[in-house]
């Protein structure tokens, strides 16, 4: 690895963050240059992403998980869940930007939990807790349920089933957020009687431009505004067999 890490991001990275809104400070770049390595030697053994070109990974993964900052705001000292997280997006770029972050990752595949113990240590990234645990299980333990200001999830499932899965972890006041492609505005709009039953109001969508993308990235939030009822999420598997609307 070179002696300053973040040698290892696009000259254009710090300016591409910050066209997100998003300043990073030296140290914070180098943490991206060690993650960025990181991801692209475990990737080599585990196939953690099928973006494989440290450019892509760059705009696509670390990028794209910063623009959630757009709608979210400063969540420094704020308590957030991703699920369903992977290589760790869009969680874990979000906690290197936001270092006092409360962040619970959530991945029920060993081997990726295993390479996201190996991130936060080797950044020593403090209160980050990693869960290999199905959501529809950790939506219905008092130390999850309705306990977080912020539910998120990129590319997990659809509208419907990804509201069961994050809304009963919100607190009342706080939001759930999707990270979906084109089919955005459609899925949100099948999803709301399912957002309704759950808790959850005032949906929202903001479009993001990612550069050099040329497919539609949005942000898709909603509040809670009441109890999700206890009976949700359902029992494993399913939320996502029979999605709540449907």
């Known amino acids: ?40 030697d475990w990737n080599e053994r585990l196939n953690l992403t099928a973006v494989r070109d440290p450019r892509s990974i760059q705009i696509r993964h670390f990028l794209d998980s910063l623009s959630c900052l757009q709608v979210m705001g400063d969540v420094n000292g704020r308590r957030l ?13 979000l906690k290197i930007a ?65 509201a069961e899965y994050l809304l009963p972890l919100c607190r009342i006041g706080g939001h759930m957020l999707a990270q979906k492609g084109g089919s955005a505005a459609m899925e949100t709009a099948v999803a709301e009687s399912a957002f309704y039953v759950l808790g959850g109001t005032n949906q929202r969508l903001h479009l993001v ?19 999700t009822p206890s009976r949700y999420p359902r029992r494993i598997g399913l939320p996502a067999k029979r999605p709540l609307g449907r």
């Open 1 to 40: 690895m070179p002696e300053f890490a973040r040698d290892l991001l696009d000259e254009r990275f710090a300016e591409w963050a910050a066209d997100l809104g998003v300043l990073l400070t030296p140290e914070q770049l180098d943490q991206f240059g060690r993650y960025l390595s990181l991801l692209l």
């Open 81 to 93: 869940i991703d699920v369903g997280t992977g290589a760790g997006f869009p969680g874990l770029p």
């Open 98 to 162: 936001c270092p006092t972050l409360q962040l619970t990752l959530v991945e029920s595949v060993q081997k990726k939990a295993r390479f996201l113990q190996a991130v936060v240590d080797d950044l020593a990234l403090p209160d980050v807790k990693i869960l290999v645990e199905r959501v529809e299980l950790l939506g219905q333990l008092p130390p999850y349920r309705e306990q977080y200001d912020w539910a998120v999830a990129r590319a997990v499932a659809n509208m419907p089933v990804l």
């Open 209 to 227: 431009q990612l550069p050099e993308a040329s497919e539609q990235h949005y942000l898709v939030v909603v509040d809670k505004m009441v109890a």
